[in-house]
C-alpha cells in the first residue's frame, strides 16, 4: 500500500528531523560520558509540534539504562537549544527520552522459543 502526500502528517516530518538532528547531536557534540552507544529507534511528536517522545535503545549493557536516562534528561536543554537554532519552529517541543524494550521482548521470545525447541 503507497502512502499518500496526506497520510505523512507534519508531525511525522518534524519527528524525523528531530531523529536525525539529535542523533547527530549525540554522536559529535554532547559528551556525557553516561550516555554511551546509544540508538534512537523511533519519534512521536504531539499533533501540536508541542511535545516529542524520543524512543532509544542501548547497544550493550542494558543494566545501565537509567544512567543512560539520566544523561539524557540533563542534556535535554543543550538539545532543545540547538534544536531550536536548527529547526525554524514556531514551538520548540519538550522532549522526553523513553527506553524502547523492544529489542529486550524479541530476545526474550526467543529465548523462550529455543526452551520450547530443547524440550520436544
Do not use: C, W
Not at 51 to 57: C, D, L, T, V
Not at 62 to 86: C, D
Amino acid at each position: 500500500m503507497a502512502l499518500k502526500a496526506m497520510d505523512y502528517k507534519r508531525s511525522d516530518r518534524v519527528g524525523d528531523l528531530l531523529l536525525e538532528l539529535i542523533s547527530q547531536l549525540l554522536t559529535k557534540e554532547v559528551s556525557d560520558p553516561r550516555i554511551g552507544p546509544v540508538t534512537l529507534t523511533g519519534a512521536e511528536v504531539s499533533k501540536d509540534l508541542r511535545h516529542a517522545r524520543i524512543f532509544f535503545g542501548l547497544l550493550g549493557n542494558r543494566e545501565k539504562k537509567a544512567e543512560v536516562l539520566s544523561g539524557l534528561k540533563s542534556a535535554t536543554g543543550f538539545i532543545r537549544a540547538k534544536i531550536a537554532r536548527e529547526l525554524k519552529l514556531r514551538f520548540v517541543p519538550t522532549i522526553e527520552f523513553v527506553y524502547d524494550d523492544t529489542q529486550d521482548q524479541a530476545r526474550r521470545i526467543e529465548d523462550l522459543l529455543q526452551q520450547v525447541k530443547k524440550e520436544r
